[in-house]
């Protein structure tokens, strides 16, 4: 084993084998987020298709393709009813007995003349749209009153599907939201639509306001929810590479699903963590690991969340003791490597009865065989030698950091030996009492005084000192908030069931 610190720092550029590598990690945070859904069958040409098959160089499988497609399957036969025109003389005929009569439509008379000759040329088999683009566009200052622009707009949209216009869909959209006669039960509709053109011409303020009108409207279909277009709104953040505001989006959506005491989505902090962790915006990250492992507190989410952690802080000794710790309660501990670093930082000659605990776990895993590392092999046959010295002082040790002249360095001895062997209650006495003491690490104290109450039981209080650390060791505190409020949670399950 080499000396010094007995072992290369688990934060080089190399990252040993025992910690997860970070692009792994975020491969696997990906992985879950919404697959692309299957391309509806052949036949009309229809409005969701025409926006997917738009392709973005930023984003090959970017959320807001999927969600068109989403859209695309959402009503069956994925049509989206385009408004078109209706003669005014149609319009006016008489309606035969028992017809409901139709409401009134108001066209221009200049509007309605120029418009007929156009859409017949549209509508002819070869029409080229580029060719016909002038009298199209001609038709503009003459669209007066809603209904021409209702009808217009449509025509636009329509001519810019069939000749992959993607600015002249967008304006048809924009020209039948701006009429104001669009049906109210397909406005969510045609903003998400206007959105989704605005969004890959990346026109991105435009799309962030047709996407909240959505939003607004509580627009949902049966494959899409308004939490995906909350996602999707994020996305466009992420898009233009704005990705602390995206991150902010996001965690405001987290806290108002949380505040209407309504579920978060697994995948809203799953793409949180991979956005901040890959560009290390901090401490963003560490609200959306938080959140991710209270609500799903799963043993790969806690190793990634454990993981994720330590690669974005260069951790030493005690601050690295207090992460492994928790790492330790829930099941990250899975190469050697994260043993050797929990017995080095721990320390034998300091904490013989817990690193003792440490390295028969490792032995009794068959993570290091007992005889494959000499040096473990080592560090246990001392703290064999220890352990018994270690307990038969523990009462003198109690007895001198209780005593009105004890030095901080005596009681925060006492608090962490306590902690080791697990009896909290008295561990916790002692770190209370050196944070009133002068030139207290305050960090430290707190970090194990939530650690000891924990052990306790005594979870509102641990949550209150764990909330009060700061610096290098917040990330740590946090996580450990998340277990605390994961284990009083299973408690409560627990009692509610009788078991």
Request: proline share 6%; hydrophobic share 40%; aromatic share 8%.
């Amino acid at each position: 084993m080499p000396t010094g610190k007995g072992i290369q720092s688990p934060f080089s550029t190399a990252r040993l084998a025992g910690i997860a590598n970070p692009v792994r990690a975020v491969q696997r945070l990906k992985r879950n987020l919404p697959q692309p859904a299957p391309v509806p069958g052949k036949g009309a040409l229809l409005l969701e298709d025409a926006v997917t098959n738009i392709s973005s160089p930023r984003r090959s499988h970017g959320l807001a393709r999927q969600l068109a497609l989403a859209v695309a399957l959402a009503s069956g036969t994925a049509m989206l009813t385009v408004p078109g025109f209706t003669d005014a003389a149609y319009a006016q005929k008489k309606k035969k007995k028992g017809e409901e009569e139709a409401p009134k439509q108001a066209y221009t008379e200049a509007f309605v003349k120029a418009y007929q000759p156009v859409d017949t040329a549209i509508k002819a088999p070869g029409a080229d749209i580029n060719a016909l683009k002038p009298q199209i566009m001609a038709l503009v200052p003459l669209a007066a009153t809603p209904d021409d622009k209702l009808a217009l707009g449509g025509m636009l949209f329509n001519a810019g599907i069939t000749g992959k216009d993607y600015p002249l869909q967008l304006q048809g959209a924009e020209m039948m939201l701006a009429s104001g006669k669009v049906k109210p039960e397909e406005e969510g509709r045609f903003n998400l639509v206007a959105f989704q053109l605005a969004n890959e011409l990346k026109q991105f303020d435009k799309a962030r306001g047709y996407l909240q009108r959505a939003i607004d409207l509580n627009y949902s279909a049966p494959n899409t929810t308004t939490s995906d277009l909350q996602m999707n709104m994020a996305e466009i953040y992420f898009s233009e590479e704005r990705f602390p505001e995206g991150l902010k989006y996001l965690s405001d959506a987290i806290a108002a699903k949380k505040a209407a005491g309504q579920p978060v989505d697994q995948k809203w902090y799953r793409r949180g963590v991979s956005i901040a962790y890959t560009r290390e915006i901090v401490p963003q990250v560490y609200d959306f690991v938080q959140g991710w492992v209270s609500d799903y507190p799963t043993e790969e989410n806690w190793r990634d969340a454990v993981n994720l952690t330590r690669n974005l802080n260069d951790f030493e000794g005690p601050v690295l003791l207090d992460l492994l710790r928790l790492g330790k309660k829930v099941g990250t501990l899975k190469e050697k490597n994260d043993y050797v670093f929990y017995i080095e930082s721990a320390d034998p000659r300091r904490l013989p009865s817990e690193v003792k605990g440490v390295i028969e776990e490792a032995n009794a895993k068959g993570i290091i065989p007992r005889g494959s590392d000499s040096w473990v092999d080592e560090q246990y046959k001392t703290v064999n030698g220890l352990v018994v010295q270690d307990k038969a002082a523990l009462p003198t040790l109690e007895r001198d950091a209780n005593a009105p002249a004890a030095r901080l360095r005596t009681v925060i001895a006492a608090g962490d030996t306590f902690l080791s062997y697990g009896e909290y209650a008295k561990a916790a006495g002692f770190y209370e009492r050196s944070l009133s003491m002068p030139e207290v690490d305050r960090n430290l104290s707190l970090t194990r005084l939530g650690i000891a109450q924990i052990g306790a039981g005594n979870t509102a209080a641990a949550l209150e000192t764990l909330a009060k650390v700061d610096g290098l060791r917040a990330p740590i505190a946090r996580l450990w908030s998340a277990y605390a409020q994961q284990q009083a949670g299973g408690a409560a399950a627990g009692a509610a069931t009788g078991m």
